[in-house]
């Protein structure tokens, strides 16, 4: 049987860009892909590029008085969101042309229309037009959502706060992943009165508990205003206001209230319904280690399959997908020790397993320092950094990696090389510190301060 297309890729995002033009480039397969909103994705268009540019921006707030403590005659002036927008706008424009550029130099064929399926071979174009495939690729990610409440319709999600007319006086964030964190601390030093619930007892759960600890510790001590075990009741209008009622008996005006309480993906009307296409209980698409669905010629990647939801892990879900059905290489996705940056105010960096996963699975030892970085001491600065280890007893093997600094995450991906080669703790005693940096803390802790 002969189809239109070797390849019909569902979704612009970075996975779905990255499978696509690897397969045309360097397989010569006949691909094509269509992409119903901006290409390039959450990441590079609501996503990581824009966040990150945020917080870039929201840290020169606290520069000032260091470069004036470092001795520069410097005062501190106004952020102008509107200069600041501008540039974010055109940058992403700049990146969007990039993606486009990329699949049209590759040789693959663009729909920039929404597009599902009709049978195993077949996808449908929003223009009715149709197309076959010998293999289907969904790449369609995720998007936010907002639990129904009364008044939740008032609430605003990470896909809307880089749009904002202008920043708001007040604003209250409700969630205590990531996301909310990172987005508590951008809004916090752009000058915003920053105010966070989350309803678990800890922000950032499922990572290290010192980790998340001093985190959030140094978030308060930046001037964001959080509190633990409270959630959001009611919302209602009240004038160019947000009232708010919250579960701890607290009412509260808001300018902006912004959701970041979870993510679903984005699977439904692509027509899997009665194709066989196992959907899983958060509607995910359920795929093998090869990204393959209970469809033989349908494949999926990325967030829409809720495996981990990181922009590196669709890319390399992509890559593998490529080597696997156009390069004869069967090739599992590896999942295993991803490292990941968090980027609140402290930067928190990770590989591996927290403390508490390690003590569950085994004997460890725990080596941990935590200290006033020199920068910030000499400033006269109160924030502090951890570096921490955990070791396995049986293995001497590093089982996991925390930092709590800035630059974490850079500092974390040279550590995850170490740690992916399954490194001990010995390895880093014999590599020499390099000196007068945080991360020599990393090669120089003897003494576990705790066993488990």
Not at 55 to 70: K, L, N, T
Not at 345 to 360: C, H, I, K, N, R
Not at 398 to 414: D, K, N, S, T
Request: net charge negative.
């Amino acid at each position: 049987m002969s189809f239109d297309y070797d390849l019909f890729v569902i979704g612009g995002g970075s996975g779905g860009v990255r499978a696509a033009r690897v397969a045309a480039g360097e397989t010569g397969a006949k691909v094509a892909l269509a992409e119903e909103d901006r290409y390039g994705g959450t990441c590079v268009i609501r996503g990581c590029v824009p966040k990150k540019l945020m917080v870039f921006a929201s840290e020169y707030a606290g520069m000032v008085g260091e470069a004036q403590a470092y001795g520069w005659d410097i005062q501190p002036g106004a952020f102008d969101w509107q200069v600041f927008r501008g540039k974010l706008y055109a940058e992403l424009d700049r990146l969007e042309g990039i993606y486009r550029n990329i699949l049209k130099n590759n040789g693959v064929e663009t729909f920039d229309l929404r597009a599902k399926l009709v049978d195993p071979h077949t996808v449908e174009l929003a223009d009715g037009t149709r197309k076959t495939a010998k293999h289907i690729l969904i790449a369609t990610g995720g998007h936010p959502v907002v639990p129904e409440f009364p008044g939740s319709e008032l609430a605003i999600t990470s896909n809307e706060i880089f749009h904002l007319e202008k920043l708001p006086e007040t604003m209250l964030i409700v969630g205590g992943g990531y996301i909310a964190c990172e987005f508590a601390g951008i809004m916090n030093g752009m000058g915003v009165k920053t105010t966070q619930f989350y309803r678990g007892a800890q922000i950032l759960r499922g990572f290290d508990d010192e980790a998340r600890g001093l985190v959030c510790e140094e978030m308060c001590q930046n001037g964001i205003d959080v509190h633990l075990g409270t959630n959001v009741l009611e919302m209602k209008k009240q004038g160019d206001k947000i009232w708010v009622k919250a579960t701890n008996g607290s009412e509260q005006v808001f300018d902006v209230v912004m959701y970041a309480t979870g993510r679903a993906p984005n699977a439904d009307d692509l027509g899997l319904e009665g194709l066989g296409v196992e959907r899983g209980r958060k509607g995910q698409i359920v795929v093998d280690e090869y990204s393959q669905t209970a469809v033989p010629s349908i494949f999926a990647i990325g967030d829409v399959t809720d495996r981990v939801n990181l922009t590196p892990v669709a890319i390399r879900e992509g890559m593998a997908f490529v080597e696997t059905v156009f390069k004869g290489n069967p090739t599992p996705v590896d999942h295993d020790l991803i490292p990941t940056a968090i980027f609140t105010q402290p930067e928190m960096g990770t590989v591996g397993l927290s403390e508490e996963e390690a003590a569950e699975q085994e004997p460890i030892e725990v080596y941990a320092t935590s200290f006033k970085p020199m920068q910030t001491a000499f400033a006269g600065g109160t924030q502090r950094v951890l570096m921490k280890l955990i070791v396995s007893k049986a293995t001497r093997k590093i089982l996991g990696c925390h930092i709590v600094a800035p630059g974490a995450g850079e500092m974390i991906q040279l550590a995850g090389i170490a740690v992916k080669m399954g490194a001990t703790k010995e390895d880093f005693d014999r590599t020499v510190a390099v000196h007068p940096v945080m991360a020599e803390e990393l090669v120089t802790m003897r003494q576990p301060v705790r066993t488990a």
